[in-house]
């Protein structure tokens, strides 16, 4: 079966288009356009020209995707337009425009849908894997304990961070309590980060002048280099950063309150190194839909 979902985030709008075998999911083709919706997020309304940038990119995913002969599309919000005063406008633009209902996700199914797709193409344990997925509005949290899953979605990404302008001590602050709670659980984790920011990161890294999803996947990057690479972007300063290879030049505003919160994050719970991975929120969409379709045919 082919499905296909799109992730309208606080800074970029993405699709997904998978083949889907017995809850495998193999990726068919994939795209990014930066629309930046979260634009003014501290002010609580969503701005018509971002929410028009939105809806346009939206439009030219389902042109693209029906080239693929998808057989349904599920489109998602999270942060900015969940947090939105305005958000039914956007609501009933993209319903007039495209036919399709946006789910808004609350926190917890959007940190639900990332931790499934996380555990769909990476090859970790279920029971020691911590995943982190810094977003433009906010980041969510999901780590194990012996009583099941935990989901926290916290108000910090990197787009309201550096609206906000809030430090990298003030971000630390906003995490410190959900990172004391989960340091108490015995079981070493290990940490998955999905996100702009960590493949960002993780291409920097890599000098990829063009990005290059399969590298990216599963790539290691150490609290040793993240630093050496937050330096970097700090040294350079805003219009330096936009001829880093490795960083999209829209990104360059928002990268260093993304790396803050990786870092703070790896900081407060103690460890070395995160895994990239470019299974996200698009790929536990994907299986949601899936098996919503399932349950139906057996109703």
């Not at 017995?22 to 018509?48: A, F, H």
């Amino acid at each position: 079966m082919r499905l296909a979902s799109i992730d309208v985030g606080s800074n970029s709008t993405r699709f997904l288009v998978a083949e889907i075998k017995d809850d495998s999911l193999t990726l068919v083709k994939s795209g990014l356009i930066t629309t930046r919706l979260g634009q003014g997020i501290t002010s609580g309304l969503l701005l018509e020209n971002a929410m028009e940038r939105t809806v346009s990119a939206i439009e030219d995913f389902i042109n693209e995707i029906k080239t693929y002969n998808a057989q349904k599309i599920i489109v998602g919000a999270t942060s900015a337009v969940r947090d939105a005063a305005n958000k039914e406008v956007f609501i009933n633009l993209v319903k007039n425009r495209t036919g399709l209902d946006l789910r808004v996700l609350s926190g917890e199914e959007e940190a639900r849908a990332s931790y499934q797709g996380v555990l769909s193409g990476v090859p970790l344990s279920a029971d020691a894997t911590l995943v982190l997925d810094v977003g433009g509005g906010s980041t969510e949290i999901i780590w194990p304990d012996h009583k099941g899953i935990n989901y926290v979605s916290l108000p910090v990404g990197a787009v309201r961070m550096t609206e906000g302008g809030y430090s990298e001590k003030e971000i630390g602050e906003l995490l410190s309590s959900y990172l004391h709670i989960i340091r108490q659980q015995e079981k070493k984790l290990s940490m998955v980060a999905v996100g702009g920011t960590a493949t960002t990161l993780a291409a920097i890294s890599l000098g990829n002048k063009q990005y290059q999803p399969k590298l990216v996947h599963g790539y290691i990057l150490s609290t040793v280099e993240i630093n050496r690479i937050y330096y970097m972007l700090l040294d350079a300063g805003q219009e330096g950063r936009k001829k880093i290879i490795g960083l999209q030049p829209q990104r360059a505003d928002i990268i260093l309150a993304g790396v803050n919160i990786i870092r703070k994050v790896l900081e407060g719970l103690s460890l070395g190194e995160i895994t990239v991975s470019e299974s996200d929120i698009l790929h536990g969409l994907v299986l949601k839909l899936y098996q919503d379709m399932s349950k139906q045919k057996l109703e």
